[in-house]
């Protein structure tokens, strides 16, 4: 959710800092802080609301300089953003702090302090935790023990760095939660949130587990787990480059991975089909005995990748013949579900530290299902490394909030998943190959439906003036059009919402009017004159209709009806990707013409790892 950076070096590590910030700047951007020791070992903090270019000016105005320090890009939960609230968080005796997550518990500890004669200047509950660890610290005279003694004491999710005037050759942080990882380097050692923080200055890195404490200094690192044993980390090594999250050539970085696409997809592809078969090794050495003994599958996830789980349910279903249920992670923790016997339990999520999935995915493995899959962006993620089968989707950074090639490498992941189990499931070999050589012609496909973007670009003007928008789809292709309803609202603030154009009738045709652009998906499938159906009762209602059409489906423009031809013969599994393309396209060029953030939309952030 918000972002972390923190640095022990020999060299000034303000420039390092404000490096990792802006790279980090995706998971939250409304306000940003540093705290270094200066030459003198006197803590030095400044804060600024807003974006961090903001705290790049106010460090133009207000230079600092230091070689250890901590900074934090904020994304609000508890307290508004404004500068009071920003990290880092200071208590007595120059201790800082900052911090991602949510303390739970923090209204009864910021009681006891307040009893205890501390004053509190913010509504954070990372304030509270700054306090504790000084409180601690007057007891046991050990920063280390004393954010072990104070994250005892924490309920909820954290992830969290402290450093300290008297103990200014190291920085100390905790995790239960939320991600933090420790980047190696030469004589020097910095600590972060995320991987792309830290690439410009190391490709090695230790990820802490869940309830780890570890001091880090310049020339070493020491890690306690939860039980209070010394615990060795594996370092492993970023296959990530430095330069992997630039914007290049395009104006905003939505529309630069929206471009990526047909790369992302054919990265996600690569090496794991091949001469007409799926490498079912791909997921995992168990991979082939678990997918034998599938009955079931149940998969969970948030936001647009629920978009990507629902379509997959109709392809399990219909091609492998297989239950599937789908459930948004929020809701599956808490609705005590059942678990039919041998239940393939998959999460999917972009930065794989998504809050909700993960705890849906260690809620799971008490529950008897047969086995975990994790679909997921981000090798070094919790998600990753706590489920037993994997399949890496490859698509590279993703900056935008709102997910593009994510999602598209997801459903091509899930179109592999969907492969595997039919193989087991009483595909031949003939079936397989059919399968596998419509995934190896996505990325051509996408790469044809892209050239539409001068046509979208110009279709876009309709909504400038738009406060509402409906999107329908049928089967396989309604979670398109939700996820199109989803893209167009968060980035360009038009309300937005999807239905299955068979439900019409059931209450939403009572909002079509000439004012409310209705967007169709229409590929030529089994249910495209149903959805012609759909369409002529919009029309009657003197409805807008936006249609991406398959040329063969026999929907021609007409007054009211404007018809965009999609590429010919997309078949039934490669449609959902094809058609997500220009509903992407839509909404940039939209929010364009609205004036919004596209990237950094407002009270959104890109890894939510807090429920």
């Not at 420039?15 to 003198?40: C, F, H, Q, T, W």
């Not at 939403?508 to 229409?522: E, G, H, I, K, R």
């Not at 393309?581 to 890894?607: E, F, M, W």
Request: hydrophobic fraction near 40%; glycine fraction near 6%; charge should be negative.
């Amino acid at each position: 959710m918000c972002g972390i950076v923190g640095a022990v070096a020999e060299r000034d590590v303000v420039p390092i800092l404000m490096e990792g910030l802006k790279r980090l700047e995706y998971r939250g951007y409304d306000s940003a802080g540093i705290a270094v020791l200066n030459g003198s070992k006197h803590l030095t903090r400044l804060r600024t609301v807003g974006k961090v270019g903001k705290l790049d000016e106010a460090l133009v105005q207000s230079p600092t300089h230091g070689k250890i320090g901590i900074a934090h890009t904020r994304w609000a939960t508890h307290g508004v953003p404004s500068e009071r609230n920003a990290h880092p968080h200071i208590s007595r005796d120059g201790l800082a702090i900052v911090h991602n997550g949510i303390i739970e518990n923090h209204e009864e500890l910021r009681s006891d302090l307040e009893r205890r004669g501390y004053t509190f200047t913010s509504e954070t509950d990372t304030e509270v935790i700054a306090h504790r660890v000084h409180y601690h610290l007057k007891t046991v005279g050990d920063l280390f023990k004393a954010v072990r003694a104070t994250v005892a004491e924490l309920e909820g999710a954290y992830a969290l760095v402290v450093v300290s005037e008297h103990e200014p050759e190291r920085l100390i942080l905790a995790r239960e939660g939320c991600p933090v990882v420790i980047g190696l380097g030469a004589d020097e050692n910095f600590v972060a949130s995320d991987v792309a923080a830290l690439l410009p200055v190391t490709r090695r890195f230790i990820f802490l587990e869940e309830g780890d404490v570890a001091e880090v200094r310049r020339t070493s690192v020491r890690v306690i787990d939860g039980d209070g044993n010394s615990a060795e980390r594996a370092i492993r090594e970023s296959e990530l480059s430095a330069d992997a999250a630039e914007k290049g050539q395009y104006q905003h970085y939505m529309l630069k991975e929206i471009h990526e696409q047909p790369r992302a997809i054919a990265d996600t592809l690569s090496e794991r089909v091949a001469n007409g078969r799926l490498l079912e090794a791909a997921f995992g050495p168990a991979a082939t005995e678990v997918f034998k003994r599938t009955q079931n599958v149940h998969i969970v996830a948030c936001g647009t990748s629920y978009h990507a789980a629902t379509v997959a349910r109709y392809f399990i279903e219909q091609i492998c013949k297989i239950p599937c249920a789908v459930d948004i992670a929020s809701e599956y923790r808490y609705r005590n579900p059942l678990v039919p016997a041998n239940s393939l339990f998959v999460t999917i999520s972009q930065s794989g530290e998504t809050a909700d999935t993960l705890a849906a995915l260690r809620l799971a493995k008490q529950s008897g299902y047969l086995s975990s899959l994790a679909i997921c962006n981000v090798p070094e993620s919790s998600l990753v490394r706590e489920s037993e089968l994997v399949m890496l989707t490859r698509a590279g950074p993703e900056i935008g909030v709102a997910s593009t090639k994510a999602f598209t490498t997801q459903l091509a992941a899930l179109n592999m998943l969907v492969v595997a189990l039919a193989r087991h499931h009483g595909a031949d070999a003939e079936r397989e190959r059919g399968l596998v050589t419509r995934l190896i012609e996505l990325p051509a496909l996408v790469e044809k439906t892209l050239e539409l973007d001068p046509v979208i670009h110009r279709l876009a003007e309709r909504f400038a003036d738009k406060h509402h928008a409906l999107f329908l789809g049928r089967g396989a292709l309604y979670p398109i059009a939700m996820e199109g309803a989803l893209k167009l609202k968060e980035i360009s603030y038009i309300h937005a919402e999807a239905y299955p154009a068979g439900e019409l009738k059931h209450g939403p045709l009572a909002l079509v009017d000439a004012d409310m652009p209705v967007v169709t998906v229409a590929p030529n499938n089994d249910l495209l004159e149903k959805l012609k159906s759909n369409l002529q009762e919009v029309r009657a209602r003197g409805g807008e209709l936006i249609v991406f059409a398959d040329p063969e489906a026999g929907i021609k423009s007409s007054d009211g009806v404007t018809v965009i031809e999609m590429p010919r013969h997309v078949t039934y599994v490669q449609a959902p990707v094809v058609y997500t393309i220009p509903l992407q396209l839509l909404a940039y060029h939209a929010a364009i013409l609205k004036g919004t953030d596209v990237d950094q939309p407002r009270n959104l952030a890109k890894s939510v790892t807090v429920e």
